[in-house]
């Protein structure tokens, strides 16, 4: 519960706060120009990650099935609170909400399409590398199933963002290659992260190297 929760939650506010963009100089060596949208989403890769590695390729889909309704359920909420009229003496008034929540939906469409094929891509590669190593090499597992299905989400929501209008053309090859820069660098990051939850799981329920939890011992232990 408390992972299928920081995963719902750092995909909705990745998908409210992707309008503004910032830049990170990354050690004089390469400057990044991308969304804070994408602070929180490589969260999620990691989190299905740990999901995939502990409790199985079924429950790691189910969480991802999961954040599409809580993505779908955020944006009629951004919705009816655009609808209703604001006060005279509101501190946001109509104007200023919709336009930091106006392109909220293209947003969402576009995640979600992006999303989609990038978290089923990495769920399904993270499978495909464990049954090849045998349940060994956690670290190759994670990285080579998150840069593919990384790549495939940074092009796909980028794609769609620039053909409605949501974002210049001009500016799709930088925002791809910074985008999917970041992300690898984030995946390559996370990885001391991945072992430890892992291994605080593993010896939670008293499973061997590259076991993965029962449904009925999910529900034993709750």
């Known amino acids: 519960m408390v992972l299928n929760a920081l995963f719902i939650a750092s ?12 830049y990170w100089d990354f050690f004089g060596l390469y400057t990044f120009e991308i969304s804070v949208g994408i602070l929180p989403y490589p969260v999620t890769f990691l989190i299905t990650d740990i999901i995939s590695e502990v409790y199985g390729k079924k429950r790691a889909n189910l969480v991802v099935t999961t954040g599409i309704f809580a993505s779908f359920f955020s944006l009629l909420i951004v919705y009816l609170a655009d609808a209703v009229p604001a006060t005279t003496w509101s501190p946001i008034d109509n104007s200023l909400f919709e336009k930091v929540y106006g392109a909220t939906a293209i947003a969402v469409f576009a995640s979600m399409v992006a ?13 495909f590398w464990k049954r090849l ?14 840069f593919l299905s990384q790549f495939v989400d940074t092009f796909s929501v980028l ?6 209008g949501k974002i210049d ?16 660098l984030v995946a390559a990051l996370d990885t001391p992260f991945l072992y ?6 593993r ?5 061997e190297p590259a076991e993965e939890l029962r449904l009925e011992e999910i529900l034993k232990e709750s």
């Open 203 to 207: 010896s939670y329920f008293n499973l």
């Open 115 to 127: 999303y989609l094929l990038a978290q089923y891509i990495d769920i399904q590669l993270f499978h």
């Open 159 to 164: 794609f769609l963002l620039c053909s409605f």
């Open 11 to 22: 995909l909705v506010v990745s998908n409210l706060i992707f309008q503004k963009f910032f």
């Open 133 to 146: 190593t045998k349940g060994r090499h956690l670290w190759l597992r994670n990285n080579f199933s998150t």
């Open 169 to 184: 053309w001009e500016l799709f090859g930088g925002l791809l290659l910074s985008g999917f820069l970041f992300k690898v």
């Open 196 to 201: 430890a939850a892992v291994y605080g799981l």
